[in-house]
């Protein structure tokens, strides 16, 4: 039998890498290992050059990033040190070893003023400091190797970490109503399902050299929802697994003033990545219903 593969992720308690390493366990031809601070922070480049040398991976897939949306437009430095300075040192480290690096990035790198689903050809033009950042960071993982498999998902939600559904279920056991944006257009997509194609993805670009598996990718859940249509499945489903349900109140952004602007359509077009490695995720009603499910019996188990 051949020696498992070694992936290094980046972050440790991230929802994508609580993830991987939930679906990794099925796979024994992959050995994961998951790095994050303060052993290899991506605001220190020497401590993520030294993360990667040392663990001589055949693979990276880099995760973790500074997520906050709103706290980066207060916060810019931090978010480009992490977004950008460290996937830099990433994906240098990758090239000086000659590996492959999968790197996640968002659709908040649009700025939502197309009518449809965005392509990988489209524009970009981010509204934020998050965007921006991660930006910068897809250009600087792209200049430092053609050995990179850029993934752009949005809208992530999932058992781990923090997320819109997980807020949702928490504050609706105190809470009987909320006011949730509707004016807002995306793929919620399940870091389960982000989680099981990148190790598809991963195993293809190790054992295939093309070019065409390569570059710019959206990927995201089949079907798309508003943020209030996504609070309400998520409150349907609750409720039919015996969980806290609430009822929603439609709302334009405006009446929802937030620090940063979010786009009004980052609906991704995922047909090049279905063509390219023969990879799409399932529709997003069956993801959050089974996350939904997970959560809401976890919830019932330790009461
Ligand atoms: N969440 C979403 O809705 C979306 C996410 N993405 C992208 O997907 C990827 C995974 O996101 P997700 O799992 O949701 O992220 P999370 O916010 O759940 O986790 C982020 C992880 O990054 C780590 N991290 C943050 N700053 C640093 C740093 N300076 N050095 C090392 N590690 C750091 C955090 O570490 P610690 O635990 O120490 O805080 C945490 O483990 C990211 O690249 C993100 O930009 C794309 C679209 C949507
Ligand atoms: C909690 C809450 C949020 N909202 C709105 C605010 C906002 O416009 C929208 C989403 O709120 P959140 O702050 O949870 O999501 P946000 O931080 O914008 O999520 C983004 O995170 C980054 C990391 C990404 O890359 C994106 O793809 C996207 O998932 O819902 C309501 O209208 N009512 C509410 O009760």
Redesign the pocket.
């Known amino acids: 039998m051949t020696a498992p593969k070694r992936y290094l992720v ?10 991987l390493i939930e679906r990794a366990a099925g796979h024994v031809d992959v050995e994961l290992i998951a790095a ?2 303060p052993e ?5 480049p020497e401590s993520v050059q030294s993360a990667v040398f040392s663990a001589k991976p055949d693979l990276i897939i ?7 949306v709103d706290q980066a437009e207060s916060d810019e430095s ?1 978010a480009f ?3 950008a300075q ?1 996937p830099d040192a990433l994906a240098k480290a990758a090239a000086r070893l000659g590996i492959p690096i999968v ?6 790198v649009f700025d939502g003023s197309k009518a449809t689903p965005y392509t990988e050809l489209d524009p970009v033009a981010p509204l934020g400091v ?1 965007g921006r950042s ?1 930006l910068e ?1 897809e250009y600087a993982v792209a200049s430092a190797t053609d050995n990179h498999v850029i993934l ?6 999932g058992p ?5 559904l997980k807020t949702m279920l928490k504050a609706a056991e105190s809470r009987a109503q909320f006011n949730v944006v509707d004016d807002q257009n995306g793929n919620p ?1 399940s ?1 389960i399902d ?1 989680a099981d194609a990148l190790l598809a993805i991963s195993r293809n670009i190790i054992s295939l050299p093309d070019s065409a598996l390569r570059g710019v990718f959206h990927m995201t859940a089949k079907g798309e929802a508003t943020w209030a249509d996504f609070a309400r499945e998520i409150f349907k489903t609750s409720l039919a697994n015996g969980g806290p349900s609430a009822h929603v109140t439609s709302i334009p952004s405006s009446a929802y003033p937030t620090p940063a602007r979010r786009p009004a359509n980052s609906r991704l077009d995922c047909g090049k990545l279905e063509r390219a490695h023969s990879i799409s995720l399932p529709d997003w009603h069956l993801s959050t219903a089974s996350t939904v499910a997970r959560l809401v019996d976890v919830t019932r188990l330790t009461r």
């Not at 790197?103 to 908040?108: A, I, N």
């Open positions: 980046t972050g440790l308690q991230g929802q994508v890498v609580q993830s994050g601070r290899l922070d991506l605001s220190r880099s995760a973790a990033a500074y997520t906050a931090a040190a992490a977004n460290g790197h996640l990035s968002t659709d908040y998050y991660k960071g752009r998902t949005a809208w992530v939600y781990f970490g923090k997320n819109f997509t870091s982000i």
